[in-house]
């Protein structure tokens, strides 16, 4: 089966800095990765995602890289706000479920 | 984006009684899955919920103690039964396409605790 882990588990940075996470997964089969935000007491929301066709994708101050190859891909926020404050998931589509990484959680320090 | 409520948002059960959370999209969905989050962890599968028949659940679940029912696309039941304070969690509805199309959405959980 699919194995997703997620690097840090913890991250701290300065308001305005930028913050990366990364994933990796095992099932080179596995084609679609979205990453969620899930704030305190709330459900995950979709931020972004890709599919193994393509490499990177960028949406204003989010980006996600996908190397295939390494079997990994990383979650890139620039420029960073206290409300970008949560915990962020990634996932693999392996097959029709989704396997979850254990999570990060990001604090933006005023 | 498919829109996904839950009920009830919370309950606090006795221990050996049963619940059944209720879980709603607004479109037709194709997948419809269950899955349980403990606090500060991340997200389980518990299993996919399958229109018109069993669901197909993951290792560790079993329709005994997690029945689940999805009697239409937009519309499935999880039941967790003869709870123990071990179920005490957040269960949590997703549905989302396949097919290509495979983006999946999160309904707003339930908070479960069980004395």
């Known amino acids: 089966g699919e194995n997703v882990e997620q690097h840090p588990s913890t991250l701290s940075v300065q308001e305005g800095d930028s913050a990366v996470i990364k994933c990796t997964y095992s099932?080179?089969?596995?084609?679609?990765f979205p990453w969620y935000k899930q704030e305190l007491g709330k459900r995950p929301q979709l931020i972004i995602d890709?599919?193994?066709?393509?490499g990177e994708k960028k949406d204003q101050r989010i980006a996600v890289t996908l190397n295939k190859t390494a079997k990994h891909f990383s979650l890139h926020i620039t420029e960073t706000q206290p409300e970008d404050s949560a915990v962020y998931f990634c996932?693999?589509?392996?097959?029709?479920?989704?396997?979850f990484g254990p999570g990060t959680r990001l604090s933006v320090l005023p | 984006s498919a829109v996904i409520s839950q009920k009830p948002s919370r309950d606090i059960c006795q221990r050996g009684t049963s619940l059944t959370i209720q879980c709603q999209v607004d479109s037709q969905v194709t997948m419809m899955f269950w899955y349980r989050q403990q606090p500060g962890q991340s997200l389980t599968l518990i299993a996919t919920?399958?229109?018109?028949?069993?669901?197909?659940?993951e290792s560790g679940f079993v329709i005994d103690k997690f029945p689940i029912s999805r009697p239409n696309l937009t519309f499935s039941t999880l039941t967790v039964s003869n709870m123990s304070p071990e179920d005490s969690s957040i269960y949590l509805c997703s549905g989302g396409t396949s097919g290509g199309q495979e983006t999946q959405y999160f309904g707003p959980g339930t908070r479960l605790l069980v004395l």
């Open positions: 099932d080179s089969a596995s084609n679609y």
């Open positions: 996932a693999a589509l392996h097959g029709q479920n989704f396997v």
């Open positions: 919920a399958n229109q018109g028949s069993e669901a197909t659940y």
């Open positions: 890709i599919r193994s066709n393509v």
